[in-house]
C-alpha cells in the first residue's frame, strides 16, 4: 500500500491517464475503474473515490470521455464512462510527457 | 442494499442536494460503494469493518463538489437557489441574477458579485472578505454575523439589507443607498458613506467614531447608543434622527439644523449644540 504522501500525491497526479488506459479497452463505470487500479497495481495503489470521481468529471468537462446510464434491472443503474477521441489523443500525449520525464528524473535522480 | 451506507451519503452531501449534477453523482456513489461494501464482506471483513473501509475509501468530497460545482454560466438567472455550504472562492459572479438566493455558510471569499441583482438573498455564515459588491442590487439581504472585511458595496442598493455584528473593517460603501439598512452593533469607525443615501438606517449599538456625516440632511436615521466620539455632524439638517442612548458628547454639531425633538434627546446627552439653528 502506497502510504506515503509524497507518492501517493505524485501518483495522483496521473489519475486521469490511468483511467484514460482503462478505458481504452472499453466502457466501465466508477467502482470497476478503482478495482482494476487497485488489481493493477498488485494492490499497492487504491484511488479514493473522491479522487477517481473528480477526475471523471473534469474530463467529462473537457469532452476526453462521455458518461451514459447503463440498463441494469438489478439493483442500482451504473454510470458507465466511454472514452473520446480526443481522451485517447490526451491519454498518448500524457504518456509520452511521461515517458519524456521520467528518461529526465532517471538521468537526475 | 445497505441503509447505514446510504445514510451516510445523504449526511455528506446534504448541503448539496439542490443541484441536480450532485443528485446524480451520489446516485452513482451509492451503487459504486453498494458493490465496494459487499465485495469487501465476500473477502471476509464483517459488517462493521467492511463499512468502515467503504467510508474510508471515499477521500475528501469537497474534492468531487469542486470539480463539479456550479460554473458561474449557470447561475445567471437562477431563482431561489440555495449556494449553502459550498466553496466559491474567488468566483465570478458579476451582473448574475439571483433572488432568494442563499448563500449560507459558504466560501466566497475574494468573490466579484459586481452589478449583480442578489434581491433578498442570504449570507449568513458566509466568508467574504475582500468581495466586490460594487453597484449591486441586495433588497433584504442578510449578512449577519459575517467577515466583509475589505468588502467593496460602492453604489450598491442596500435597501432594507442587515449587516447585524459584522466585520466591516475597511468595508466601502460610498453612494450606497442604505435606506433602511441595519449596521447594527458593527465597527465603523472612519469608514466614508460619501455620496450616500442614510435615510432610516440603522446604527443601534454601532461604532461610529471618527466617521464624517458633512452636510448632509439625515431623514429618520437611527443612532441609537451608538458612539460617536469625533464624529462630524457640521451643517447636517437633522429631521427625526433618534439619539437615545448614544455617546454624543464628543460628537461635532457646528452648524448644524434640527428639529425640536432630535434637539432634546442631543441636549440630554449633554451634546455641544452652540451654533445648532432649531426648526
Excluded at chain 1, 491517464?17 to 495503489?45: A, P, Q, V, W
Excluded at chain 2, 442563499?102 to 471569499?109: D, T
Excluded at chain 2, 472612519?190 to 438606517?201: A, G, P, Q, R
Aim: include cysteine; charge should be neutral.
Amino acid at each position: 500500500m502506497v502510504d506515503n504522501k509524497v507518492s501517493s500525491d505524485l501518483l495522483r497526479g496521473h489519475s486521469d491517464t490511468m483511467i484514460l488506459k482503462l478505458l481504452m479497452s472499453g466502457d466501465k463505470y466508477g467502482y470497476e475503474i478503482s478495482k482494476l487500479i487497485h488489481s493493477n497495481s498488485n494492490n499497492e495503489y487504491e484511488l479514493k473515490e473522491s479522487t477517481m470521481f473528480s477526475s471523471l468529471k473534469r474530463m467529462e468537462n473537457d469532452e476526453n470521455v462521455t458518461s451514459y446510464w447503463g440498463d441494469e434491472t438489478q439493483g442500482g443503474r451504473r454510470k458507465y464512462y466511454r472514452i473520446n477521441e480526443k481522451g485517447k489523443r490526451t491519454y498518448f500525449e500524457n504518456k509520452e510527457n511521461w515517458e519524456y520525464a521520467k528518461r529526465i528524473l532517471d538521468q537526475l535522480l | 442494499m445497505n441503509e447505514k451506507l446510504l445514510k451516510y451519503l445523504d449526511g455528506i452531501f446534504s448541503p448539496y442536494e439542490d443541484l441536480h449534477t450532485v443528485k446524480e453523482l451520489k446516485e452513482e456513489l451509492n451503487v459504486d460503494l453498494q458493490e465496494k461494501l459487499s465485495d469487501f464482506k465476500i473477502q471476509g471483513y464483517d459488517d462493521e469493518t467492511a463499512y468502515r473501509m467503504t467510508i474510508d475509501s471515499i477521500g475528501d468530497i469537497s474534492e468531487i463538489i469542486e470539480s463539479i460545482s456550479v460554473k458561474t454560466r449557470e447561475l445567471h438567472q437562477m431563482v431561489s437557489q440555495d449556494f449553502s455550504n459550498i466553496n466559491l472562492q474567488n468566483s465570478d459572479f458579476k451582473g448574475v441574477k439571483v433572488h432568494d438566493g442563499k448563500f449560507n455558510g459558504s466560501a466566497l471569499k475574494e468573490s466579484d458579485f459586481s452589478n449583480s441583482d442578489l434581491s433578498n438573498s442570504s449570507f449568513k455564515g458566509t466568508d467574504l472578505q475582500n468581495s466586490d459588491f460594487k453597484k449591486v442590487t441586495l433588497h433584504d439581504g442578510f449578512f449577519n454575523g459575517r467577515a466583509l472585511k475589505g468588502s467593496d458595496f460602492s453604489g450598491s442598493d442596500l435597501t432594507n439589507t442587515s449587516f447585524k455584528g459584522c466585520d466591516l473593517t475597511n468595508v466601502r460603501f460610498e453612494g450606497a443607498n442604505l435606506t433602511r439598512t441595519k449596521l447594527t452593533s458593527v465597527g465603523l469607525k472612519n469608514i466614508s458613506f460619501k455620496n450616500c443615501v442614510l435615510d432610516y438606517t440603522d446604527f443601534t449599538y454601532s461604532d461610529l467614531s471618527g466617521v464624517c456625516f458633512d452636510n448632509r440632511t439625515l431623514i429618520g436615521t437611527i443612532f441609537k447608543g451608538t458612539g460617536l466620539s469625533g464624529t462630524s455632524f457640521k451643517n447636517v439638517v437633522f429631521r427625526n434622527v433618534y439619539f437615545k442612548s448614544a455617546n454624543v458628547k464628543k460628537a461635532i454639531f457646528d452648524g448644524a439644523t434640527m428639529d425640536k425633538l432630535t434637539y432634546a434627546v442631543l441636549k440630554g446627552g449633554k451634546a455641544n449644540l452652540t451654533n445648532v439653528t432649531v426648526i
